[in-house]
């Protein structure tokens, strides 16, 4: 449980704050020319940011120097309640220290301060979610020292004024929108709009209006202690790690397990001291399609964040030797050194200080799932890495991008376009507009689909974003925050679109003279950067091909498990074994007869009163079971397919409303009292543990006994017609041995009966298990294997039944119990290793010890979620079932559990 392992992690790392007498604990660890103490290989302790600093030192990048808090220290603060842990002042005050023998300037000096960044950094790349100090050291004194120093006074005051505001917001909680409002005011005085036109005596005047701003919010002045300002910025992006934003997004990507985030306190370098200057964000390969071209944005005389915010639209990297040649040329020598150092693509924040080129950062870069499988099969083909390394590499759930739709090539024609902006994302997504966050998570739940349109998005709005069926903003480029963001998640995304003019507080949007509101509908296509009027009808391929299918025949030689799908009807059965399955792991009959006609004979059979009437009416079904099953088996020919016999309890086949009730007793010639005495007779206080499953087969064999009959004279006229039919009849529910031996019998003998009266005399082998989804079951699986020639482990019962959740209910309470580490994810999403697990895995033991050659399998959601996929792979399952669209996750995901 997640629960013990926070418990253990705690109890260590408060021994390890605490320290000893004899040992002082390292929370330190130093990057520069004179010393570098981290590594690579470091990543959990100092973080993806910090181990990646000093691996680029290591490698002789030009890399500012600096030093790296651990991961344990932030967990140790909060251990300690909120406290730092004894020691760690002094060792951030040597860390200053050591950086100012470096660099030769002085922390807090009025005539040459070292100024620092303050960065988080956790061992798994959250981009965005966690918070930054920039220009950290300045003080009111000193930014009069830097301008003397520089010459240049209006790069000190605009490097003052960024201060303020991010300090204010990031450490004191000053909303940035109180000194957006202060600019905007500067720069309406003074007849601008653009900050980069605002001049130093503009900018002076803004730094006394944010002391003003500060002082308003906080209570008090801006600190003039350098240190003061560094241990609260310290303290600071410790407490982002628990703010919402970032609990957020690991909820959302399943990060777990984590101690807390490093801490990265660099020596600035600044490019925003002028035309000379500059900063950027580049992919080594692009991000977005996986092509080998070197990819990013600059912006001249700006800061790191003006890039990510989308504040400005920045140039594309393409247009940098023109601006600078030299540095273009010395960025493309890091670029390939760094590719060929990570063998992976990497994400990277440089800055141009007066035509110096310094690197920021390195981390292997958030990409698409088309990006990913296109760098998998490149880097192949370059010798950076071999297949198997290729295909570890690929998230599997991210394949699901390149089988997302696009839009109607035909009524996409003929829609109106009103503006375009760049593709940040692909995908094709329509929805009416909502201008918040908030607004779109709470119109998602109600069913709604929406487009999440802003000006530009800030980490505070992941939960829109992931609720939303897309993202449209009006500023910022590619690798702005939307477009990371919604890279990394597949969602898709048109960023940039500055023919938008977007009023969040009316919720209007206009372009070209006409504007558009929450009722409206847009459309947006993440491949082109479109933006169009109306819902446009989407595409969804049916196979795989290209590039992801030579990667999944890839994988299909390293997977020792098998992939199969859960399809009732010959479409979905088509459609899976397009897309690679090896069988039907779960045909659920149940599905089949509410269709016309069938429905109308099923409610004759429930509303029967004898054995006779309940057989008339199970003739009229077995018609239509016999072609269905012929359909299914022709589609699969030559594959298994696992035919679940009847499972729901019959009172979901009938109507609830008396209206529909007095329909259904003049459609079926009965009196309307006897519905209503047989509706009251099959009510049941808890269904899912009720009449259903085996039970009904038991008490009712008539129902399984035509089930069995329509399965084997399906595949006896398969056969007939050379169709290699091969279907495995699968018994729900089963808590006993001697259940599934009854109806074992009864439906052999119903083959053997329909074989003679067929004069079949050919091969027709119909193998006859159980689904494993009670824990009794799996917990006497050596009894049951006696009589089951297969197990399938309904893992969504046997969980339910495990927890005693309700999982149409649970959904009140889990996300609670999940953020709050009760329990590490949702267990109807993820099996539950330790419990459900062990129940799986007790079955496994226990039922092959009885039968050694027991085929094994899974056909509950979790067969296509790649964590519970290692697990199959552990306990030595022979397959895992899953929908059709989670095949090729699931055969990705197969493969990675055998490589290891």
Known sequence: MATKKSARRSATRKSAARGSSSKTVKMVYSFGATKTE??????????????????????????????????????????????????????IKAGIKRLEKETGKVFGSDTDPLLVSVRSGAAVSMPGMMDTVLNLGLTEKSVRGLAELTGNERFAWDAYRRLINMYGDVVMGVDHHHFEAAFDKVKKDLGVKADTDVPAEGLRKLCDEYRKVYRKHVGKAFPEDPYQQLELAVEA???????????????????????????????????????????????????????????????VNAQGEDVVAGIRTPQPLSEMSKWNATVAKQLEKVRKKLEKHYRDMQDIEFTIERGTLYMLQTRNGKRTGAAAVKMAMDMVKEKLIDRKTALKRIPPNDITQLLLPSFDPKQKASAKAIATGLPASPGAASGALAFTAEEAVERSRQGEKVLLVRKETSPEDVDGMHSAAGILTSTGGMTSHAAVVARGWGKCCVAGAGALSIDAA?????????????????????????????????????????????????????????????????????????????????????????????????REMIIAESTIDREKALKKLLPYQRKDFQGIFTAMKGLPVTIRLLDPPLHEFLPHEVKAQKEMAKDLGVSFKDVERRVAMLHEMNPMLGHRGCRLAITYPEIAAMQARAITEAAIACKQKKIDARPEIMVPLIGTRRELEILREQILEVIATVKKEKKFTGKLDIPVGTMIEIPRAALTAGEVAEVAEFFSFGTNDLTQMAFGYSRDDAGV????????????????????????????????????????????????????????????????????????????????????????
């Open 38 to 91: 981290g590594k690579a290989s470091q990543k959990v302790l100092l973080g993806g940011k910090g181990a990646n600093l000093a691996d680029m030192t290591t490698i002789g990048l030009p890399v500012p120097a600096g030093f790296t808090i651990t991961t344990d220290t932030c967990a140790a603060y909060y251990d300690e309640g909120g406290r730092f842990p004894k020691g760690l002042v002094d060792q």
């Open 237 to 299: 992006v410790f407490k982002s790690w628990n703010s919402d934003r970032a609990h957020s997004y690991r909820r959302i990507n399943e990060i777990s397990g984590l101690n807390g985030t490093a801490v990265n306190v660099q020596v600035m370098v600044f490019g925003n001291m002028g035309e000379d200057s500059g900063t950027g964000v580049a992919f080594t390969r692009d991000p977005s399609t996986g092509r080998n071209e070197f990819y990013g944005e600059f912006l």
């Open 506 to 602: 009316k919720g209007v949007v206009t372009v070209g003279g006409k504007k558009y509101g929450r009722k409206d509908v847009l459309s947006i296509d993440g491949s082109t950067g479109e933006v169009m009027v109306g819902e446009i009808a989407r595409i969804v391929p049916d196979k795989v091909s290209g590039d992801l299918a030579t990667v999944l025949s890839w994988a299909d030689k390293e997977a020792r498990m098998g992939v199969r799908t859960n399809a009732d009807t010959p479409a979905d059965a088509k459609r899976a074994r397009e897309f690679g399955a090896i069988g039907i792991g779960l045909c659920r009959t149940e599905h089949m007869f509410f269709e016309g006609d069938r429905i109308k004979a099923m």
């Open 813 to 900: 309470f889990l996300p609670e119990y999940v953020s709050r580490e009760i329990l590490e994810k949702d267990p109807f999403q993820s099996i539950d290793t330790t419990g459900v697990g062990r129940l799986v895995e007790i079955a496994c033991t226990e039922g092959r010890k009885t039968r050694k050659d027991l085929k094994l399998g899974i056909c509950g959601e979790h067969g296509g979620d790649p964590s519970s996929i290692h697990f199959c792979e552990k306990v030595g399952l022979d397959y895992v079932s899953c929908s059709p669209f989670r095949v090729p996750v699931a055969r990705l995901a197969a493969a990675q559990a055998s490589l290891g």
